[in-house]
């Protein structure tokens, strides 16, 4: 098991950037894939975006291409996902996951077995 708290989320205006973390407590991450996912309001909860954490290739939702980047740090076995350009609708509770390597899809929630508490993000017009 992996235990993960997030940080970094408060209230800011559209277009402001934010980086969210989340620290990774347990085992090795070596063969882990990390990923951030969001839920606004009324919502369903959706990908955001994910990395395998020994393969810095990244994986990202059409919606935050060029304006994300997810990354690590070995070190402190963080995870980190910068965040500019911040948009009204990237509004919502921001949640770090991780799961063993599989087959599933990495933007799945199946593919995940550890889920921090969330953090809230809110991006005003």
């Known amino acids: 098991q992996v235990r993960l708290a997030e940080s970094g989320g408060e209230l800011v205006q559209a277009g402001a950037s934010l980086k969210l973390s989340c620290v990774a407590a347990?085992?090795?991450?070596?063969?882990?894939?990390m990923g951030w996912f969001r839920q606004a309001p009324v919502k369903e909860r959706e990908f955001v975006a994910a990395?395998?954490?020994?393969?810095?290739?990244?994986k990202y939702t059409d919606s935050v291409k060029g304006r994300f980047t997810i990354f690590r740090d070995d070190t402190s076995k963080t995870l980190f996902l910068q965040m500019n350009d911040l948009k009204p609708e990237d509004t919502g509770v921001y949640y770090c996951?991780?799961?063993?390597?599989?087959?599933?899809?990495?933007?799945?929630?199946?593919?995940?077995?550890?889920w921090g508490q969330g953090t809230q993000v809110t991006v005003s017009s």
């Open positions: 347990g085992r090795t991450l070596r063969f882990y894939t």
């Open positions: 990395l395998v954490w020994n393969n810095q290739t990244p």
């Open positions: 996951a991780a799961g063993l390597i599989s087959t599933i899809p990495v933007l799945s929630e199946r593919a995940y077995s550890d």
